[in-house]
């Protein structure tokens, strides 16, 4: 099956500090990749779509500004959050997605990364 | 606009017993249904997924999944819990056709296995 691996999988920062999270397919070549953020027993919210080369869509209410996506090749998309703050504090997990006859749709996930901000 | 509904955020089934995890969907386009597990502080992992094929879907680890359409259901189902089953579970949906591969996600349901 399709791997996708995060790193790192755990990081604590101080507060004011940026945090760079990789998300990389590891056998195929990833067309979409998606950040998705965890908060505890919660559900999945997908922050934003990132496609090779594109510029990324982020879903309503997640700042640009403050969550940095690029997609710089087809196995390779970072997350950076910039200037983290303890309510930034959460569970990040990437998934990756093909093109290909035979994936339906199927995003493949990463094992997911813990921020920690003090 | 599609959404996934899970019925019980918490399902407890004793060791051997039957698991039914509950998920209804709206959609509408065809949809692509999956389920997912989470084990604690991991990604989700894939079990199976209806891809409009075969309604009746079998996946890892004994689950299995029936899509029904009349109900627009996607419940998934293991006839024999095991200890190791003790996990969160996702269901998800998403439009068919190329081109679209946004999933929308239930809330989740975490299944308790009492030994």
């Known amino acids: 099956g399709a791997v996708v691996s995060q790193h790192p999988s755990r990081v604590i920062c101080k507060s004011g500090t940026s945090v760079k999270i990789e998300c990389r397919s590891l056998d195929f070549q990833a067309t979409t990749m998606f950040w998705y953020r965890q908060f505890p027993k919660k559900s999945l919210m997908l922050m934003a779509t990132s496609n090779e080369g594109s510029k990324a869509t982020y879903e309503q209410g997640v700042e640009k500004d403050k969550f940095l996506i690029n997609h710089a090749s087809l196995t390779l998309s970072t997350l950076t959050v910039t200037s983290a703050h303890p309510e930034d504090s959460s569970f990040y997990i990437c998934?990756?997605?093909?093109?290909?006859?035979?994936?339906?749709?199927?995003?493949?996930f990463g094992p997911g990364t813990r921020l920690t901000v003090l | 606009a599609q959404s996934v509904t899970q019925l019980g955020s918490h399902v407890s089934v004793s060791e051997g017993a039957l698991v039914l995890l509950r998920c209804n969907y709206s959609s509408s386009v065809p949809p692509y249904l999956f389920w997912y597990v989470q084990y604690p502080n991991q990604g989700l992992q894939l079990l199976l997924k209806y891809t409009s094929a075969a309604t009746l879907v079998k996946g890892i680890n004994g689950f299995e999944a029936e899509f029904k359409k009349s109900e627009t259901s996607f419940h998934l189902t293991k006839p024999s819990a095991h200890m190791s089953d003790a996990a969160e579970y996702f269901c998800a949906v998403s439009p068919s056709g190329a081109g679209s591969y946004q999933l929308t996600f239930g809330k989740g349901t975490k299944l308790s296995v009492i030994p």
């Open positions: 998934s990756a997605s093909a093109r290909t006859s035979g994936f339906y749709n199927e995003q493949f």
